[in-house]
């Protein structure tokens, strides 16, 4: 499935500035992007600001195309969105969504053949006849008293979105998360852990009296809370076990029948 | 509900280049976030590449505060997040999540206070220890063998990620009642905490040698990612002093020189 990763073509039209050329290629690298069209640029490859943003994406850049027009950019491809600032006007609602939302159709589409996503020049944006020439509209919700983003963090984010609809699909298929969900300790695992450390805690001074209890309370609370993982669960229990040790060191030695006033007035806030 | 985006700080620790300074100002503005704070800065808000890549964020970039460490830029955080292109090594798997994961749940920490996310030097990233300071880790899935975003990049990632939560709350809130924000600790008060307690599990021999700053860190993480109210601080306060007092008892006799090496090598895990 990492082809259709490479099925999505980014297309900068008229872009002004070398270093946007250069942080695009990177973002695309980033995110295993790598077809890169220029439509009539005014910036070069070439230059050095594009080649000093470029870093790893350097690949990306020097196999970029030039091509005269949007035409020749989307000539193979299946599917195109064009990218706007602005969402009202030449297209329909239907037609216009979010990044997040438009993603998945685009990398649908990539199954298909080509696809690409439109990037208009910087000072501003696509032409409505551009925008026209394009299957959908794509969006980056943002501030609207905020000015447009910049071209490549535009990109970026296409590019991630993108890179996160392939990712799900990937997921889906296999019927796993990329990043597997964060293991939580059951509840039973966490109550002898929690009475292991009662027990630990009573012995080395910690819990005594009325408070003991509600103190025991609340340290379960605090730790419930964060949800434990099995990890986290076995780290409590060598604590536990480091103290039940400590205290047996204090006691073997006839020391610590009570503890220090000062510490019990004031561990309970 | 939008003084939350601006509840949400922006950390740049030792950032090198201006542009990215610029950069980054920009893509918050474009994103509703105003609270920008440099760490020790290598570069300047001053500098002609920063002014002009900041455009319409130019008073985001103005406003920005320089502090000379991580501990004073997030002294008044209730959660922060580090961020990292590396997920192995310090951290476990249970503080590790997307952009998409994590930002969720910054948003709903920014209720009871400011949260930062916070970013690395160009070069490398951040240190382990600046890392082991925050209260999770954020990751933004990409390409494994690409090399890291740029640095403005995962900015605007992370910013775009946030206002999406923003945004969903948003929509989701409407027509339900608000519920009044738990009391969470702030950062300097929890560091003093953790200080306090580092130095009583060191006394009472549970943290030593390699391992203990693995074990002090997954601690951190664990008690962090629970947000603990300023009475839990407390609690912890009072636990560390009766561990202190323990620790002193054993040692008044002679006791207590070596740990069990039983409860050691379960310790960890």
Known sequence: M???????????????YAGNLGATARVMRNFGLSDLVLVAPYASTGDLDARRMATHGLAVLDAARVVPDLGAAL????????????TAGVFRSGTIGTAAEQMPELLAAAESGPVAIVFGPEPHGLSNEEIGRCHGLVNVPSDPASGSLNLAQAVAICCYEFRKAWSKRLNDARGKPEIPARAVAPFADQDRMFEHLRHALTEVGYLFGEKGDSLMHAIRQLVGRAMPTPQEVK???????????????????GAGDAPEADSRDKSDG
């Open 2 to 16: 990492t082809d259709l990763l490479t099925r999505c073509r980014v297309v900068l039209v008229r872009p002004h």
């Open 75 to 86: 000539s193979d491809c299946v599917f195109s969105l064009a990218t706007s600032s602005l």
């Open 235 to 253: 780290i409590l229990h060598g604590l536990a076990r480091q103290l039940l040790w400590a205290s047996r060191q204090m006691k073997r030695d």
